[in-house]
């Protein structure tokens, strides 16, 4: 029953995934004043599954003078990652329950850094070389004030459980009494998952696009896949973690969309950063907050203790 649950999960993310791309695509047309996708099926519904066909079905080419095995392992190496990360879906009826999700979380995200570095360096080009080496200073950078915020909030549920998240915010959510970290971790999940305006690793103006420049057909669908499923997983974190991980609710749902369609709508909205200022960001601005809070709710947290 734990296989047959995780296997149906991962069809839902996949086809969740084929349908963020087509609301990408919609909504990015509409505030650019003009239609999207709209002649493939009913209102274009049919259009990601066109998109999927295609790109299977296109030739797959590899550079001669790449490294062979390793560039076709990484984007392989990448979904798999992925799907690793699903395994932490808070479940009504404890199929996975994982006691240090928060930090199998971390570490899941820590390994997808060899991924894009692999796909960048195997590729032997300048351009996906140069987009591997800023994807790699990206993410380890955020991930330090990414795992800070999480800890601001491990603290308070004595816990590295995500289900738990759900039983210490049945009162109150935690975004109430920590919304500046809010807005910390949402452009973290930015940086993190390589979205504009932190998508240096595909900064088509500079790098053609970064560090899967090379890859065609089934390798560049697996990187595609990849990315939307993390945008996906860290909406659902977000929500876990600040909006009352209340999973057995429409609502829980319905607020992973609301943010997938702000993850478009900044998209659409921001041009790209200058690539000091993103490291500036996150060393000298995020990374004080979330240790500020820290410091701030441990001290909180035991004088409550002491009051007790």
């Known amino acids: 029953m734990f296989l047959i ?45 066109s998109d999927g066909i295609k790109l299977f079905f296109s030739e797959q080419t590899y550079p001669y003078m790449s490294n062979f095995i390793l560039y076709y392992i990484s984007p392989i190496f990448m979904l798999v990652l992925s799907f690793l990360l699903w395994v932490l879906f808070p479940y009504m009826v404890n199929v996975y329950n994982f006691n240090f999700g928060v930090l199998f979380f971390l570490c899941s995200t820590g390994l997808g850094v060899y991924g894009v570095m692999l796909s960048g360096w195997s590729s032997n080009s300048k351009y996906a070389m140069l987009g591997g080496y800023r994807a790699l200073a990206q993410t ?20 590295y459980n995500f289900i738990d998240f759900k039983i210490y915010q ?37 790098l053609v696009s970064g560090f899967n420049v090379e890859y065609s057909g089934g390798g560049f669908a697996f990187i595609f896949l990849s990315e939307y499923m993390n945008i996906i997983f860290m909406s659902m974190l977000t929500v876990i973690i600040f ?6 609710s429409i609502f829980f749902y319905l607020s992973i969309v609301f943010i997938i369609f702000w993850f478009i709508w900044v998209r659409a909205s921001l041009p790209r950063f200058r690539y000091d200022k993103l490291m ?24 409550m203790v002491l009051d007790l």
């Open 5 to 49: 649950s995780y296997l149906v999960m991962i069809i839902c993310v996949l086809v969740a995934v084929a349908f963020v791309t087509l609301l990408e695509r919609k909504v990015l047309g509409y505030i650019q004043l003009r239609k999207g996708p709209n002649k493939v099926g009913l209102m274009g519904l049919l259009q990601p599954f």
């Open 243 to 248: 909006f009352g991980c209340d999973y057995d």
């Open 140 to 159: 380890i950078s955020y991930e330090v004030s990414m795992a800070m915020i999480m800890l601001c909030f491990v603290i308070f549920i004595f816990s």
């Open 170 to 206: 049945s009162d109150i959510w935690f975004v109430f009494y920590s919304l500046p970290l809010l807005f910390c971790w949402l452009s973290s999940c930015l940086a993190e998952t390589n979205r504009a305006p932190f998508d240096f690793a595909e900064g088509e103006s500079e």
């Open 280 to 303: 500036y960001l996150t060393w000298k601005v995020f990374l004080p907050v979330a240790m500020n809070y820290f410091i701030f709710f441990s001290l909180f947290l035991s004088l």
